[in-house]
């Protein structure tokens, strides 16, 4: 929606206003989108200020209220109702007038109804309210101090009716707006001269609405199987979430990749409210977000989640990207804890274009500049927490973890990048193995459970045959592609558990253990997601329920194209049993190189 400002034949600037979509949501944030184009580079953008007015239509005209009359004039039927009396829930005769004229006018009086109807009723104004005589009549208040409120400032359109509900940049819908439009009046006002420097632009909504609650995933399975050792109470337990949480410049990029989403579900005011309603419900420890956007973070995330007692760590990716709203931006990782129940220790973040920095370096003309694409702005971010609790060994250590948070770089037909950065973050992780500190990686490996990376991660090696098709530019054949930790996946260590049942065997790939999907599109259905933990020194005693297969996401009900993953652990002794050695300063940035 643009709008030209200056004469036709030489417009001076442009105004472009869009609103996240057409359709409010009850109780979430409905900002429009503005920018301000200068259109004749000769002139400069007076300094200005922008002016905003959000009404509501009335509704008293409605199919049940058009028959209800004038509280003052009962020869008439009523025109208007006092919004202050409806979200009051005083839907009497009183709050009826039959025209904006008729209600200013009695506004005066009225008010008084509304501190008789407060939580704390003014005593002078249940007096007043107990003298006023016949229905209609009002006495005159000598006594009655005036407190400057004024009625509701309303305006009429297009046989419309609209009461003003708001004057900042933003609106959110209450419950008494639900059913009817909104109107927003958006002016460009001089600073200096109070005039408007474009014609105002008048923009209204359909109905705003309210999505019936959609509760979360909040089962966990089970498993009393042998394989799942058995716990006892004194264990000490803690959840990990890992979420790909779709951010919001990928999620409206302008491709329509999303499409079949309602464009109300996958706007961020929605999705924001949702995914953190969503992320709360399910109660864990420990938290590894990945694709967030880092004002996201720094704006919504980090404040609402350290309300529930969470702290926050974040790494941003290092390449950012241009939006379809004219921003600078990029996403990254999130990881947070509990603060009651873990404390940070060291945190270390890996860069995954250092890791091919080397190999490109070392490359002449045209291999140089073909292996450039190596260079990914994909980054890790790597935790050490310590419980606060009173969980302490024989030699006074407290369990130590290691929370590797990380999003790998999604092109398909780049396996040996992926493969790469995986190599990076494993080799890295050996450094704190080494120190008998368990691990756990939270991953969007965007890689099927076949793949190379996942196969690395899972079986401790991978064999790469010299090929373009898997090492376009060799740097695999220069790599130890092995490594000595023991890592599972959660979700396939449940499948081989014998506590499994039909329904959630369902959910499961028979082939591949892990969860039929946890990234659903049109044009994409497959796992790509997972949590991967060091077998001998944690032990799974849960998994968050999958998903039915239905529809694509994101929806109206998952707010991002990726299911959350959880699972909950108990620490086996050896956790207790860390090295005193000192952590490692850095992890490095590169991978191990194969010997020669």
């Given amino acids: ?63 049940n209220q058009e028959k209800i009359r004038c509280f003052v004039h009962h020869d008439k039927l009523a025109t208007i109702q006092c919004t202050v009396c409806v979200s009051q829930s005083r839907l009497g005769k009183i709050s009826y007038y039959c025209s904006i004229s008729c209600y200013k006018a009695a506004w005066d009086k009225h008010k008084v109804h509304h501190h008789f109807a407060a939580p704390n009723p003014d005593p002078q ?89 959609h509760p979360p995933r909040c089962t966990m399975w089970n498993s009393c199987s042998g394989d799942l050792k058995e716990h006892s109470s004194n264990d000490v337990r803690f959840r990990v979430l890992s979420y ?26 929605y999705r924001q409210q949702n995914l953190l309603y969503e992320i709360i419900e399910y109660d864990a420890d420990i938290l590894c977000l990945q694709e967030v956007q880092k004002d996201h973070f720094e704006n919504f995330l980090k404040p609402q989640l350290a309300k529930y007692g969470y702290s926050a760590i974040y790494k941003k990716k290092k390449i950012e990207m241009f939006t379809c709203k004219s921003q600078q931006t990029t996403d990254g990782c999130a990881t947070f804890f509990r603060s009651q129940r873990f404390k940070e220790i060291a945190t270390y973040e890996l860069e995954f274009n250092n890791s091919a920095k080397p190999f490109v370096d070392s490359l002449d003309g045209k291999q140089k500049s073909e292996a450039y694409r190596l260079l990914k702005g994909n980054v890790a971010l790597v935790v050490i927490l310590e419980m606060v609790e009173n969980e302490v060994s024989s030699d006074g250590n407290r369990p130590r973890i290691c929370v590797s948070n990380t999003h790998l770089h999604a092109n398909g037909k780049d396996p040996d990048i992926k493969l790469l950065q995986v190599v990076t973050l494993i080799h890295a992780l050996e450094k704190i193995a080494q120190l008998k500190i368990p691990l756990l990686i939270c991953a969007d490996l965007n890689s099927l459970p076949q793949s190379d990376p996942y196969t690395f991660i899972s079986k401790g090696r991978v064999e790469i045959l010299p090929s373009k098709e898997t090492d376009q530019s060799g740097i695999l054949q220069t790599l130890k592609l092995s490594h000595s930790l023991n890592l599972v996946s959660a979700y396939a260590t449940f499948f081989h558990s014998n506590g499994v049942e039909d329904h959630q065997r369902e959910k499961l790939d028979p082939e591949t253990k892990e969860a039929l ?46 299911i959350a993953l959880m699972a909950s652990f108990s620490l086996e002794a050896s956790a207790y049993n860390w090295s005193s050695e000192p952590l490692p300063r850095s992890l490095g940035q590169h991978p191990t190189f194969a010997q020669q």
């Fill in 244 to 269: 790909n949480i779709l951010a919001d410049y990928l999620a409206t990029s302008g491709s329509n990749r999303h499409s079949y989403c309602l464009d109300w579900a996958l706007s961020w005011e």
């Fill in 1 to 63: 929606m643009a709008q030209e400002s200056g004469s036709s034949d030489s417009p001076k600037w442009r105004l472009d206003l869009d609103f996240p979509s057409k359709t409010p949501v009850f109780g979430c944030r409905f900002q429009p989108h503005i920018r301000m184009q200068i259109i004749d580079n000769s002139l400069e953008f007076p300094c200005h200020e922008y002016s905003f007015t959000w009404y509501q239509e009335d509704g008293c005209l409605s199919s």
């Fill in 125 to 213: 104004a249940v007096n007043i309210i107990k003298s006023f005589g016949p229905y209609g009549s009002y006495p005159d208040l000598p006594y009655y101090q005036y407190d400057g409120s004024q009625p509701d400032v309303t305006v009429e359109e297009d046989g419309k009716t609209w009461i003003q509900v708001g004057s900042s940049e933003y609106y959110v819908p209450t419950e008494n707006n639900i059913g009817f439009c909104l109107r927003l009046k958006f002016e460009v006002i001089d600073s200096s001269t109070r005039t408007q420097l474009c014609p105002a632009r008048i923009e209204v909504t359909d109905p705003v609405i309210y999505p019936l609650p």
């Fill in 517 to 562: 999907f946890t990234y659903f599109t049109p044009s994409f259905f497959g796992t790509i997601d997972y949590i991967f933990y060091t077998a001998a020194s944690l032990r799974l005693n849960s998994v968050l329920e999958l998903p039915d297969k239905e529809g694509g996401l994101p929806s109206a009900k998952w707010s991002s194209d990726h």
